[in-house]
């Protein structure tokens, strides 16, 4: 494991301080920082974040520790050498390998770390991730958010579970989105829990829909905490036309939609630095890369 500038930050505690995962390969560097730049602004708290890269320069690394305050953002990077079973599993132009990384996590981070935030690198914290960080985890080995898209809400939705039934899953089991969690790595280090998910993944490679976030959601769907919609508002909420669909309140969606503490891009297209986002809060992007 490399942690650059890992020796000035003894000052923080592992076990006890803020602790956010992200990865990233370097076509990402810049999502990343302004992901990280938006945390920055809105915590009332120091935050380690460690960034789980292959392929960074050691300028590049160099240029994003240079981008934010010591005293409240501390970036370790992790150099990805775990051996991950590419050719087993299935990665596509918009899901590369990188999204498979935090199932390692029980394995990359310090064995002193109980617990750690997951949060993908197209997202924006507007919220203080401390809240986040202080939110009780009852003995479940994740938290994660319902999807808000109709048709992924289900593990029996069209475009969610393939395997559902096959899995002896509830038909009516919520299926969320691995894009923002909260990890119990103690429960998946002793339960060994990312060595079964890649296992489901590679035996049902033909059947995985939406990668990594499957085989969280067959392997964990009886062990997650529900984490609160504003911790993950997905963009599928700014373009769902009955709320009912999804089990929410036209007054929760305009809540959660005008003051998201998480705001998440999911969307392929829907990335606010490409020429093809339409989303209604993408300025909010370049709010914080001009901070950069």
């Keep these: 494991m490399e942690n650059t500038k890992l020796k000035e930050n003894r000052g923080f505690k592992i076990k006890n301080e803020i602790s956010v ?16 730049k938006s945390m920055e602004v809105n915590t009332s708290a120091p935050v380690n974040v460690y960034i789980l890269q292959k392929g960074w320069s050691m300028e590049e690394k160099k240029e994003t520790i240079r981008k934010f305050s010591e005293e409240k953002i501390k970036i370790h990077f992790i150099q990805m050498d775990q051996e ?4 087993q599993l299935k990665i596509s132009a918009t899901i590369p390998i990188e999204a498979y990384y935090r199932l390692f996590l029980n394995k990359l981070l310090p064995e002193a770390m109980e617990q750690v935030i997951y949060l993908d690198g197209d997202i924006l914290v507007e919220g203080d991730i401390k809240e986040l960080w202080e939110i009780p985890m009852d003995g479940k080995a994740l938290m ?8 992924a809400y289900y593990v029996s939705s069209p475009l969610a579970l393939r395997t559902w039934k096959k899995m002896r ?15 119990n790595l103690k429960k998946w280090r002793q339960e060994k829990i990312g060595e ?3 296992q489901y993944l590679t035996e049902n490679k033909e059947d995985v829909l939406w990668h990594d976030q499957d085989g969280l959601n067959t392997v964990l769907w009886n062990d997650r905490k529900e984490l609160p ?23 929760e969606a305009k809540m959660w939609m005008e003051h998201p503490k998480i705001l998440h891009y999911t969307n392929s297209k829907e990335k606010p630095w490409k020429e093809t986002c339409r989303h209604p809060r993408k300025d909010r992007y370049f709010i914080y890369e001009i901070m950069l």
Excluded at 170 to 176: A, D
Excluded at 229 to 251: G, P, Q
Aim: glycine share 2%; proline share 4%; net charge negative.
């Design 229 to 251: 919609a504003e911790w993950n508002v997905m963009t599928a909420l700014f373009y769902e036309n009955d709320y009912s669909r999804i089990d929410i309140t036209e007054k």
């Design 196 to 198: 079964k998910i890649i």
């Design 84 to 87: 991950i079973p590419a050719e």
């Design 169 to 183: 899953i509830p038909e009516k089991q919520k299926y969320f989105n691995s894009g923002v969690l909260k990890v």
């Design 21 to 36: 995962v992200c990865a990233g390969d370097c076509n990402f560097i810049k999502p990343i920082q302004v992901m990280i």
């Design 144 to 151: 994660a958010a319902t999807e808000m898209f109709h048709e």
